[in-house]
């Protein structure tokens, strides 16, 4: 998911996920 989430940073939505 981490990755998922480096690779796709104008996701707001994970981004939110992953700093909770």
């Known amino acids: 998911m981490l990755l ?3 690779e796709e940073p104008k996701n ?3 981004n939110v996920s992953s700093t909770i």
């Open 12 to 14: 707001n939505n994970n």
């Open 4 to 6: 998922k989430k480096q």
